[in-house]
T-cell receptor
Framework: DQQVKQNSPSLSVQEGRISILNCDYT??????FLWYKKYPAEGPTFLIS?????DKNEDGRFTVFLNKSAKHLSLHIVPSQPGDSAVYFC???????????????FGKGTKLSVIP | GAGVSQTPSNKVTEKGKYVELRCDPI?????LYWYRQSLGQGPEFLIY????????DSGLPNDRFFAVRPEGSVSTLKIQRTERGDSAVYLC?????????????FGPGTRLTVL
């Protein structure tokens, strides 16, 4: 039972264009959402996050949008660069997880390829 | 400015053997997490330590898996009687504290292969 879903396993985008990565979740207790980026043979690296009290958070070329009623979030990368090519994981957390662990629940990831 | 380190980077073992995977968190980080990433999946939570104690072990799949953090720093994940289904990348993460605004920093992982 996947609580965080990334339905697109891969995405190809031309350099300079917008990349949009999507994520859906089912657990209404999730309060905090994160995007991680992962290169091969490395651990995931934090990219950007959003609290459930907001609907948008921006950091440079990266913007995350949250639609709570639809239980949907998306990551926009503008403009896309070849160095953005990586696997992107959507993750969620809740203050109600066991013993205050704030453990992360991840999606399966979307592999983004930015074509020069 | 060392990040989270994990050793070994790769471990190949035979079915039924015992393995230990080590995690060195960022100095001063009190919260430590273990996750497991199987092929084609995202990381899945295994266990969380706050200091020396395992505060949440709800993600451990069965009693063959055990983890310790005796001095509140280095942690070891121990797997007994390994099975082929245990093959995965085991990721360790640490954060200054547990909480929404405390970023979890991940190590590069240990790739475990059980033959």
């Amino acid at each position: 039972d996947q609580q965080v879903k990334q339905n697109s396993p891969s995405l190809s985008v031309q350099e300079g264009r917008i990349s949009i990565l999507n994520c859906d979740y089912t657990n209404s207790m999730f309060d905090y959402f994160l995007w991680y980026k992962k290169y091969p043979a490395e651990g995931p690296t934090f990219l950007i996050s959003i609290s459930s009290i907001k609907d948008k958070n921006e950091d440079g070329r990266f913007t995350v949008f949250l639609n709570k009623s639809a239980k949907h979030l998306s990551l926009h990368i503008v403009p896309s660069q070849p160095g953005d090519s990586a696997v992107y994981f959507c993750a969620a957390s809740t203050a109600y997880s066991g013993a205050g662990s704030y453990q992360l629940t991840f999606g399966k990831g979307t592999k983004l390829s930015v074509i020069p | 400015g060392a990040g989270v380190s994990q050793t070994p980077s790769n471990k190949v073992t035979e079915k039924g053997k015992y393995v230990e995977l080590r995690c060195d968190p960022i100095s001063g980080h009190t919260a430590l997490y273990w996750y497991r990433q199987s092929l084609g999946q995202g990381p899945e939570f295994l266990i969380y330590f706050q200091g020396t104690g395992a505060a949440d072990d709800s993600g451990l799949p069965n009693d063959r898996f055990f983890a310790v953090r005796p001095e509140g720093s280095v942690s070891t994940l121990k797997i007994q009687r390994t099975e082929r289904g245990d093959s995965a990348v085991y990721l360790c993460a640490s954060s200054l504290l547990a909480g929404f605004y405390n970023e979890q920093f991940f190590g590069p992982g240990t790739r475990l292969t059980v033959l």
